[in-house]
Every structure is written in structure tokens, then in C-alpha cells.
């Protein structure tokens, strides 16, 4: 199956859900400096998949892409990690952070896939 559109991407549609459950959970918080951070971190996930998918579109390889995933793992990471702290503050429940860490790690292991698959399968120069 091709795909020729990021929207189609299973592992785009989970990170753009990610952010806007993020987004959902700090809409209420005073912590400017906080919210910020981790609403940026989950909107980077989604945006570096859509943005080297796209860039990758017309690459020789997957290299482009696969740097942009790279990136996008990061950020997920970054959200996973600050989820951790927002429980502690008490800024969001156990519940929902468990929740959502566990859609970070299903997001990371997503994205680890198609990276191990696009670095098995580079198009021929």
C-alpha cells in the first residue's frame, strides 16, 4: 500500500490525537512556562512526521525521513517525561497521565517501526 499523504500515516493521526489530548488537559492550568513546553513537544511530534514525510516525498532515500522520525521520537519522549512531572504537581491525575504515557510509549514503539522499515527498505540510488 502507498501512501501519498502524511494525514494517511497511522502514526501521524496518533500523535495529532496525543496533542490535542495535551492541549485538552492543560487548557485550564495557570503554569504558563509549563503548558507551553509540553503542548510545543507534543505538536512537534505530529509535525516533524508530517513535515519529512513531505520533505522525504522527494529524496533519493529515506534519510530525510527517517531524521524528521528521529526527531518526533524525541519530542514524544520529552512529552512521556513531562507527564511525570505534571502528575507530581498535581497538575493532571495519575489516571490521565498513565493514559497518556502509555500512548507516548505505543507512539515511540509506532514510529521506532517504520523507522527500523524505511531504513530496511531505502529506495536505490
Avoid at 501512501?3 to 487548557?27: G, N, P, T
Avoid at 512526521?49 to 522527494?58: L, P, S, V
Avoid at 534519510?63 to 517525561?81: D, H, M, Q, W
Avoid at 512531572?85 to 517501526?113: F, H, N, P, Q, V
Amino acid at each position: 500500500m502507498t501512501i501519498y499523504h502524511y494525514e494517511d500515516l497511522q502514526i501521524w493521526q496518533h500523535a495529532r490525537e496525543l496533542a490535542k489530548q495535551i492541549y485538552a488537559c492543560m487548557q485550564n492550568n495557570s503554569d504558563y512556562g509549563f503548558c507551553s513546553q509540553i503542548q510545543r513537544a507534543a505538536v512537534s511530534v505530529m509535525n516533524n512526521i508530517a513535515e519529512g514525510f513531505n520533505r522525504g516525498k522527494h529524496s533519493k532515500d529515506n534519510k530525510v525521513f527517517t531524521n524528521f522520525l528521529s526527531i518526533a521520537y524525541g519530542s514524544c519522549g520529552e512529552v512521556r517525561s513531562m507527564l511525570y512531572l505534571a502528575e507530581d504537581l498535581d497538575y493532571i491525575y495519575s489516571d490521565k497521565a498513565s493514559e497518556l504515557r502509555a500512548m507516548c510509549k505505543t507512539l515511540e514503539r509506532k514510529i521506532a517501526g517504520l523507522t527500523t522499515t524505511l531504513k530496511e527498505n531505502e529506495k536505490p540510488q
